[in-house]
């Protein structure tokens, strides 16, 4: 089993949905919880974290962690064509030493369509 | 700043030659790491190091080397290159341990024939 479990996708919505993305993961010593987002055919880059539970909001972006499920999510609201993209879930904490590996999911291809 | 840099951007090699991946960082962090990324696998990291002269292994670092003998350099060296090495090659770095915000590099695009 791996430590984080993504589905790939894809998914496909309209221009304006609200788009919500998951992850699971089993090791109860994740405490930093990242959102990375990559375009096609470049690196990925940060787009949220959070640490520990709750919720944080970034304009149409809302990061939401409930550790009792082992459970995050990614909810973008308004969604847009340019939000068109491989979305990645990234993990790290005193389960991985405490020394920054980032565990990621397998990314979730999202497109939106205008 | 040019930020995280990586050359080359795409290699074909044959199954047992070895070559090296450069990545170069100017923003003096510390922390930088190697993931290779594959259909269906998501980041799967390689080798990582928390400062000059300090590297660890990752979760994949067979047949790969690396060596950091200056904040800003971390190459990776295949060793004999296999087609299980086809896959696209990311370098990130991070100022700070746990790095929260790693910054990658644009990739490498290997393909091992």
């Known amino acids: 089993q791996k430590e984080v479990e993504q589905d790939p996708g894809p998914l496909s919505v309209p221009e304006g949905a609200i788009v919500s993305l998951n992850c699971t993961y089993s090791?109860?010593?994740?405490?930093?919880f990242m959102w990375y987002r990559q375009y096609s055919r470049k690196g990925p880059e940060l787009l949220m974290y959070?640490?520990?539970?709750g919720n944080k909001e970034d304009g149409r972006f809302t990061a939401q962690v409930d550790k009792s499920s082992k459970y995050i999510s990614l909810f973008i609201r308004d969604s847009q064509p340019s939000d068109s993209a491989t979305y990645l879930c990234a993990m790290s904490g005193e389960g991985s030493g405490n020394t920054g590996k980032l565990i990621f999911g397998q990314g979730t291809t999202l497109q939106v369509k205008p | 700043n040019a930020g995280v840099t990586q050359t080359p951007k795409f290699q074909v090699l044959k199954t047992g030659q070895s070559m090296t991946l450069q990545c170069a960082q100017d923003?003096?962090?510390?922390?930088m790491s190697w993931y290779r990324q594959d259909p269906g696998m998501g980041l799967r990291l390689i080798h990582y190091?928390?400062?000059?002269?300090?590297?660890d292994q990752g979760e994949v670092p067979n047949g790969y080397n690396v060596s950091r003998s200056t904040t800003e350099d971390f190459p990776l060296r295949l060793l004999s290159a296999a087609p299980s090495q086809t896959s696209v090659y990311f370098c990130?770095?991070?100022?700070?341990?746990?790095?929260?915000?790693?910054?990658f590099g644009p990739g490498t695009r290997l393909t091992v024939l």
């Open positions: 190091s928390v400062g000059a002269g300090i590297t």
């Open positions: 959070t640490y520990s539970s």
């Open positions: 990130a770095s991070s100022y700070a341990i746990p790095g929260l915000e790693q910054f």
């Open positions: 090791n109860s010593a994740f405490q930093y």
């Open positions: 923003m003096n962090h510390e922390y």
